[in-house]
């Protein structure tokens, strides 16, 4: 029987730490059977009963501006790839330009009151320029020139059209030092249950992820000013210069009444998942990964291999279950090419899901 070796968790003071979980994965596939063709996976949400899924703007031209329907048990689509269209309002606005184009998507989730919204964020959008009317608008981001974007997705219950109708750009505060990184921008969206939006930056000037959060409530969409975020000031487990970025974000319920949750942030350089209190009364807690591709079951080769480039930039939760996504980062996803027979795989950079049990470990306190 093909198996992966359990491996005994080992907790560490400080920032707990818990030894390498893994976890195996299984190939998206298409209606037709067939992995996917290079979607460039970066937002991955639950909503009825399916996972949704985003590409960012580099990838197979086919996959820009789709949301996908997973099926969370079989990874196989339960529907075609769904484009998202984009209303004239927008498209008459000072992001038009933008959203005529291809958009860099980064992350999704859905509105808390009405399950009809999702929510994604664009990063680097710096092949478009605003105008100097837009400019003196919007220029004042307190990070990159072209602003992060907070982008609305209307749909029907069926997911039957998908259409982007509303956009609102991002201020920082100043002092987070964002710095002008278009390529480092937000990476994750959550919503907690107290009705706040939480933003998760790549990494600051500093190389430093950083969370921010904004209140969210049904009057949202009806501004067009700036979505002015704060520092959350959350303790992150960043123990060196080196680049530790945050790529996703998902709100994850504590099991403890009155307790505001917590959040679970991707941190893809370096295969771990950080589980980050809300309440800030517990230091974060640090699962090391390991995630391992399947193999053909007509393969001579060992049935799991382990990845060596994974790059998970989803991640989504249902019950007590995680859901991640890699997203194949082309000039180093050929690496993971071991077996043969998942050579063409990795080639076409068709991503993997990947599920993990919560652990209760993750809510206890030290």
Not at 27 to 47: K, V, Y
Not at 62 to 71: D, G, H, S
Not at 86 to 104: R, T, W
Not at 293 to 317: I, R
């Amino acid at each position: 029987m093909k198996s992966i070796l359990c491996i005994t968790v080992v907790l560490l003071a400080a920032n707990v730490t818990a030894a390498e979980h893994p976890t195996a994965g299984k190939w998206i596939t298409d209606l037709q059977g067939q992995t996917l063709n290079d979607p460039q996976s970066s937002g991955f949400t639950w909503r009825h009963d399916e996972i949704i899924h985003l590409g960012d703007n580099s990838a197979a031209v086919e996959m820009r501006n789709k949301l996908l329907r997973i099926n969370p048990q079989t990874a196989a689509l339960n529907a075609p790839p769904l484009q998202i269209t984009v209303a004239e309002d927008v498209l008459n606005g000072c992001f038009g330009e933008l959203f005529s184009k291809y958009p860099d998507f980064e992350a999704l989730t859905w509105d808390r009151q009405n399950d009809t919204v999702f929510v994604s964020v664009t990063e680097d959008s710096s092949f478009v320029s605003l105008s100097a009317e837009c400019k003196a608008r919007y220029g004042e981001t307190n990070s990159t020139d072209y602003p992060t974007l907070l982008v609305k997705i209307e749909t029907d219950k069926a997911l039957s059209r998908a259409e982007i109708t509303a956009v609102r750009p991002v201020q920082f505060p100043k002092a987070a030092n964002v710095g002008n990184f278009p390529n480092d921008g937000i990476e994750g969206l959550a919503f907690d249950k107290a009705g706040n939006l939480y933003l998760g930056l790549e990494q600051n000037a500093e190389n430093t992820p950083m969370i921010f959060k904004v209140a969210y409530d049904d009057t949202f969409w009806q501004q067009d000013t700036y979505v002015k975020v704060q520092d959350t000031g959350f303790a992150l487990p960043v123990p060196d210069n080196k680049d530790h970025p945050i790529n996703d974000l998902e709100y994850l319920p504590s099991p403890k009444a009155g307790h505001p949750g917590y959040l679970v942030a991707v941190a893809r350089n370096d295969d771990q998942l950080w589980i980050l209190d809300i309440s800030q009364q517990q230091a974060p807690f640090v699962q090391q990964m390991a995630y391992y591709a399947p193999t053909p079951a007509d393969s001579s080769c060992p049935a799991y291999e382990k990845m060596v480039q994974t790059a998970v930039e989803g991640v989504t939760v249902h019950g007590n279950t995680l859901y991640l996504v890699n997203d194949a980062w082309k000039k180093h996803y050929p690496d993971n090419i071991q077996c043969p027979d998942n050579a063409a795989h990795f080639k076409k950079f068709a991503p993997l899901m990947f599920t993990s049990p919560v652990n209760p470990a993750w809510f206890v306190p030290r």
